[in-house]
């Protein structure tokens, strides 16, 4: 853990400047400039993209959680993949509508879809990058092929940050919601994951003493 702990820190400067920016309304034109330079992609980028970020909706992280959740308890890997996964999307979600409800940071004015909640920290950008994040790191532990771990690092890395994309592209979020949103998810998986494994490899170091 004291190996990261400095680093990872630094995943929650993005939620620093995006809180300031929330608090103190100020970037708006820029924000709104963003959002304008992706909607030259539309109308047709409206279908996959939709797609896309229902995929990154509450009902798809509970899904893609709950197949992990049942899959790892087939393949008797629940401890050291099935429950951490789920835990960190657990705490990020509680995490995410906690800030909600404080900051309570109104949708952008200039939003395609209808949306519940704050705007401020973007849960589809933090709880899906908590989600995905975690589940590299315990797939870290296990891969041995080089090949299959650039794979993951490319996948799981590049999903939450599609999905965030998505959000902004229909005027949802502003973008430094979903820059904020990232960097929590980020924090908030690698520091479940450290320490539910520092207590995971400390219980089996103990169990295995009694043995």
């Not at 999307?89 to 900051?103: A, F, G, L, M, Q």
């Not at 891969?143 to 794979?151: D, G, Q």
Request: hydrophobic share 55%; charged share 15%; with cysteine.
């Amino acid at each position: 853990m004291k190996k990261f702990s400095f680093w990872w820190l630094l995943l929650l400067l993005p939620f620093a400047a995006g809180l300031t920016v929330t608090l103190t309304n100020t970037f708006y034109e820029a924000e709104k400039a963003v959002f304008d330079a992706l909607r030259v992609l539309a109308p047709s980028c409206d279908v996959p993209f939709r797609a896309i970020t229902e995929l990154g909706s509450a009902v798809g992280v509970i899904a893609v959680t709950a197949i992990i959740f049942i899959v790892s308890i087939f393949k008797k890997h629940f401890f050291d993949i099935g429950l951490p996964v789920a835990v960190t999307v657990i705490v990020s979600r509680i995490i995410n509508i906690t800030i909600k409800e404080i900051i309570n940071r109104p949708r952008p004015d200039f939003k395609t879809l209808a949306a519940s909640e704050a705007s401020f920290p973007s849960g589809h950008s933090q709880n899906n990058m908590a989600l995905y994040i975690a589940v590299l790191l315990v797939a870290l532990l296990i891969l041995k092929v080089p090949k299959y771990i650039r794979l993951s690092k490319i996948v799981f890395i590049s999903l939450p940050i599609i999905i965030g994309i998505t959000r902004i592209y229909f005027g949802v979020h502003y973008v430094t919601d979903v820059l904020a949103g990232w960097g929590l998810g980020a924090f908030v998986a690698i520091t479940v994951h450290c320490v539910y494994f520092y207590f995971y490899n400390k219980r089996r170091k103990i169990k295995n003493a009694q043995a």
